[in-house]
């Protein structure tokens, strides 16, 4: 008999002890999961934050000369297209237009490009170049300032449902020669096509009759030239 009762109480001592266990597993998983979701709230807080505080950092620069120092004719110098973009603004057909009637604008800030009149509106200066949008365009100079990466990155500065030219720059650009700094200036007009919040297509200019640009001569029997070294552009772009 007190064979018995032992065997009972052991049991029920046995019992009791795997019920704690099991309280306390689930106090530990209550408790893991009570800490991963404070963890990944107090990520989102800080990720919100950082996101806040980044757009609440870009400072933007207003200042930008007259349009009327831009007033004149310009003539194309090239183009450039990293997107699928329509009919309506192949670089071939707006090329074969601007042959036959030049980009200009006026002293009131009215950009005339293939057949259309624009009218320009300043922003401001980003890095060197002075930004001037198109009415209209729901050009946003302040997300045009966000830090971008890549190459042919270009910031998202306009709603997906405007197509056309979104707006013209007097683009600071750098050349290497001879591991020295040589900056120029190339205008641009950028275009949007329906569907992108970006410009991934651009024609560059030369104002005047005269080509704004840097040339060069060489004798490539001159044992002297093989140390010549020229570069264009930035090596550590982040447009």
Not at 90 to 112: F, R
Not at 195 to 216: H, I, K, N, R
């Amino acid at each position: 008999m007190k064979k018995g009762l032992y065997a009972f109480t052991a049991f029920m001592m046995a019992l009791a002890l795997v019920g704690c266990g099991a309280d306390k597993e689930k106090d530990s998983d209550n408790d893991s999961k009570s800490a991963k979701a404070t963890t990944v709230a107090s990520d989102e807080k800080k990720d919100s934050k950082k996101s806040d505080k980044s757009d609440d950092d870009i400072k933007v620069d207003t200042n930008v000369p007259d349009i009327k120092e831009y007033a004149g004719e310009y003539t194309k110098s090239g183009y450039g297209l990293w997107e699928d973009y329509p009919d309506e603004l192949d670089p071939k057909k707006l090329e074969e237009i601007l042959e036959k009637d030049p980009m200009t604008i006026s002293e009131d800030g009215t950009l005339h490009f293939c057949g259309k009149d624009y009218k320009l509106i300043p922003e401001g200066t980003k890095e060197g170049s002075h930004i001037y949008s198109v009415e209209g365009s729901t050009f946003d100079f302040k997300s045009f300032c966000k830090p971008v990466k890549g190459m042919f990155a270009t910031p998202k500065c306009v709603d997906k449902d405007y197509e056309g030219v979104v707006y013209f720059v007097n683009e600071e650009m750098h050349m290497t020669v001879n591991d020295e700094d040589v900056p120029y200036n190339e205008f641009k007009v950028y275009l949007t096509a329906k569907g992108d919040a970006s410009c991934s297509e651009y024609f560059s200019f030369y104002s005047g009759d005269e080509q704004e640009a840097f040339t060069f001569s060489f004798n490539w029997d001159d044992e002297d030239d093989d140390d010549f070294d020229i570069n264009f552009g930035n090596e550590e772009t982040e447009e």
